[in-house]
């Protein structure tokens, strides 16, 4: 909450002249460039300009500015080149600044790829039930989830056996399918209400990818993507003196911010993980729930 509140506070002033800066900036600097090469040019050849100014290098200085002129463009260039993220690693705790920013677009469109989704599923409940209120500019939202297969077997999330090995466990991976039914069960639900609004049409669907959770991928309005790797060797307990299990934390991961309006080399991999994830969706299946839904 506080970081949104932040966020609110600092969009006043300062903001807006930065706008402003980056929306005059280059027109404003290349008319002065322009100005001093014509100023120049005309006073060589212009006597009465050139004794109003009282110069006589005014060649000299008018090619100077023209060759401003031509490298103040590839200055600009090499700029936006090299630009990188003002946030380059951030944390799983920080996406809800991510999701508010998406929410923003007339049409929404964020997609998960990970372990259950738990750090995203409470930005994404309060951010659909304020649509109920106030849906603003927002006309169509899609959330897709992708998390692990949970019906077969895995290494994680697992039971610790002996000498550290992974050993699968039914129940426990049953405890994670459901977690996720309850997820998609309660945003979907959601959805329909809002969509029965009339004002935005809300679409949310969980699907399954088969392997383990190692990759956690973000993606905002397919302009942001936020990627990450779990840490595999996190454990947990259900019990005090139960056993341990291989279970890895969301909200430790840290993430990697790549976005289109960073470098090209940043734009491509936007690029590559989006048609990664479209790949892995179309493949995905269904979850039993959805099914049973559909039938």
Known sequence: MSERSNGAVQDGLGPRLRRFQERFESLITRVLLLGIFATGLTAQFVKPVGDALEGKAFLGGALLSLVGYVLYDQVKELSAAVRVPSRALVNSSQLGSFVSEAFEARKVEI?????????????????????????????RVSIRMLVPDFGRQMTVPSKVGDDDAPVDDPDFRKRMEERCREYDGILSELAERVTAEGRVVVECEYRFYPGIPRDKICIFNRQQVLHGLYDLSARMRLHQMGDEYYDPKGYRTDLNV???????????????WIKHFDCLWALAGRPSWRRGAAA
Request: neutral net charge.
């Open 111 to 139: 997609s998960f790829l990970g372990y259950t989704g738990e750090t995203l599923f409470n930005e994404l409940y309060h951010r659909l039930e304020g649509l109920l209120y106030n849906p603003g500019p927002i006309r």
């Open 258 to 272: 790549w976005s289109r309006k960073g470098s090209a080399a940043a734009e491509a991999a936007v690029s590559t």
